[in-house]
């Protein structure tokens, strides 16, 4: 019986010996490769299941009668929100996309969007919000993405936005979807 404090024994590793010097290289790759995929990342449901959003009401604030009411309390998202004409029509009403289209940039992971606003109101606008869903090639949700676009789009007109990068995407996104969510009238 051997009660000496068990060694690793050196004589195990007479196999990496035996390895050709240009295949280490790909062993080690090989193995972290099986090390990443054995962690669960291809069955990982946090990227399958679709992000629900959530809208919130509100409710506009009681003014007092007994104070004035000035400038600066009428201020707000309810009030003097630019976004909004004075006629009560939203300044995204007369905005359109009227084409669009995606392709992959940089390494596969990046979404180059290109797509051709229209604005049929009767002010410029800037500031224009747009979000993008995208989905495989079974119509099931992956990624959704918004990007602000600080340009001016003139009242009556339209302009064409090639290659705009909207954000990184899943590798397995094939189509896209864009939408206007926002815009300030100028």
């Given at each position: 019986m051997d009660i000496a404090p068990y060694r690793f024994d050196l004589s195990r590793l007479a196999a990496i010996k035996r390895l050709k010097p240009g295949l280490i290289g790909p062993?080690?790759?090989l193995g972290c490769l099986g090390v990443w995929l054995w962690s669960?990342?291809?069955?990982n449901p946090a990227q399958s299941q679709p992000v629900r959003l959530s809208t919130a009401t509100t409710e506009p604030p009681?003014?007092?009668p007994a104070t004035p009411a000035t400038d600066a309390a009428r201020e707000g998202p309810l009030?003097?929100?630019p976004a909004i004409a004075p006629d009560g029509t939203a300044a995204i009403d007369g905005l359109k996309i009227s084409s669009q289209s995606w392709r992959r940039g940089g390494l596969g992971s990046n979404a180059l969007v290109t797509f051709t606003l229209r604005n049929g109101n009767d002010y410029a606008?800037?500031?224009?919000?747009?979000?993008?869903?995208?989905?495989?090639?079974?119509g099931s949700h992956l990624t959704d993405r918004t990007?602000?676009?600080?340009?001016?789009?003139n009242m009556k007109s339209r302009r064409t936005f090639a290659r705009m990068h909207v954000g990184y995407v899943n590798v397995n996104a094939n189509q896209a979807k864009c939408a206007l969510v926002a815009a300030t009238r100028i």
């Open positions: 062993v080690v790759l669960g990342y291809p069955g009681a003014l007092n009030f003097g929100d606008v800037r500031d224009i919000e747009i979000s993008c869903v995208f989905t495989r090639r079974d990007r602000m676009i600080h340009d001016i789009v």
